[in-house]
């Protein structure tokens, strides 16, 4: 595939996609943009990119596929800009926007016939051209949102040039798309935040309580440390879907509350019973609208030098840990090592890496 490939924002999203389209096709003129000049020389540098771009309006006119993958908000600004130009006929637009619905209303009305709305459901802990990993993709999401049958060739020329992502492809309407990140990512995005600034003002009240609030507390509101400023212009750009949402969110917890305060068993514990049912049947070691994390859990006796060991191990099998947490550790008996991992794959490679060489106890809960 001899095309030109223009991409607006290098951040993590923008410069692993161009990895992954050089990869597969190295005949690819890959072209970037980005508002911070440290990160185009960066992108060059790293042959992340084979050139970095004038301007917008400058390279756009001569691109034969367009992404844009930087904030929501200058996203809409740049498909306005896009609608201006005299772009090639048969050229092809997309997104990487955690929203659709705005994205795609605001294409159709600047004329963009041939956009495609993208969002790709994989991320990192890590952030910026820096952490650019070709992998990122590998067994994600990638929704393309459009429902216009005369798009096909196009959803199918977008498909090939991105299979170097090694994503699973889904075709969504772009309120479909809403409808469902909003329940699956959004709305939990918001409860996870809000119980964060909930147990804030808790603690203010109790201090004793911030030393408690590790382990379960931490993990289950692990996703309330995301970007601010993106969380912002996701919630805004999804309001309809969400405003929806969380009147049904907040009717369940008055429900919840009455039951409570009538102490109807059966009730609460029907709650209780059908959210296990529910998540029990749900798949394991899947990447879905929020990315997952893998946990491996290592019995490691209480002496010196036994963590060095194990991440030496690991160093050693080229696999980068996400994160390491200690959850128990007392004298004279074993504890428990947590070690997370961005894909299921590092961590039976890192399950038996440390089976071989060792004789500490590693499991899944």
Not at 22 to 28: D, G, L, V
Not at 187 to 199: D, K, W
Not at 302 to 320: H, N, Q, R
Request: a negative charge; glycine letters at 6%; aromatic letters at 6%.
């Amino acid at each position: 595939m001899d095309k030109k490939v223009l991409i607006i924002g290098l951040g993590l999203i923008g410069s692993s996609l161009a990895l992954c389209i050089k990869k597969e096709h190295p005949f690819t003129t890959v072209i970037g943009i980005d508002n911070q000049v440290t990160s185009e020389e960066f992108a060059l540098k790293r042959n992340i990119i084979d050139q970095i771009g004038s301007s917008l309006e400058t390279e756009a006119v001569q691109a034969d596929i367009i992404f844009l993958c930087t904030p929501v908000k200058s996203m809409l600004k740049q498909l306005n800009v896009l609608g201006t130009l005299s772009l090639k006929q048969d050229v092809i637009i997309s997104d990487v926007g955690s929203t659709k619905r705005e994205i795609v209303q605001v294409a159709q009305k600047a004329g963009l016939k041939t956009f495609i709305g993208g969002h790709p459901m994989a991320g990192s802990h890590k952030s910026g051209v820096t952490a650019a990993d070709e992998n990122l993709f590998e067994n994600a999401y990638y929704i393309l949102a459009s429902s216009e049958v005369e798009k096909q060739s196009q959803i199918k020329e977008l498909q090939t040039l991105l299979q170097g992502t090694r994503a699973k492809f889904v075709v969504l309407t772009a309120e479909e798309h809403d409808q469902i990140t909003g329940m699956l990512s959004h709305l939990p995005h918001i409860i996870a935040a809000g119980l964060v600034n909930q147990s804030k003002i808790f603690n203010d009240e109790h201090p004793r309580s911030r030393q408690l609030a590790a382990g379960g507390f931490r993990d289950i509101t692990r996703i309330a440390s995301s970007d601010p400023q993106m969380w912002t212009d996701i919630l805004l750009s999804n309001k309809e879907s969400l405003l929806t949402l969380m009147n049904a969110w907040q009717a369940e917890m008055d429900q919840v509350s009455t039951w409570i305060q009538t102490e109807n068993k059966e009730a609460i514990f029907q709650f209780f019973y059908e959210a296990k049912e529910t998540r029990n049947q749900m798949p394991v070691h899947k990447e879905g609208a929020i990315p997952a994390f893998h946990d491996l859990f290592v019995d490691v006796p209480d002496v010196p030098g036994v963590i060095a060991e194990i991440t030496g191990l690991l160093g050693k099998a080229k696999l980068s840990l996400i994160n390491l947490k200690i959850l128990e550790t007392r004298e004279d008996i074993y504890g428990i090592l947590q070690l997370t991992f961005k894909r299921q794959e590092d961590l039976e490679k890192a399950k038996d890496c440390i089976k071989k060489q060792t004789n500490y106890l590693c499991y899944e809960k």
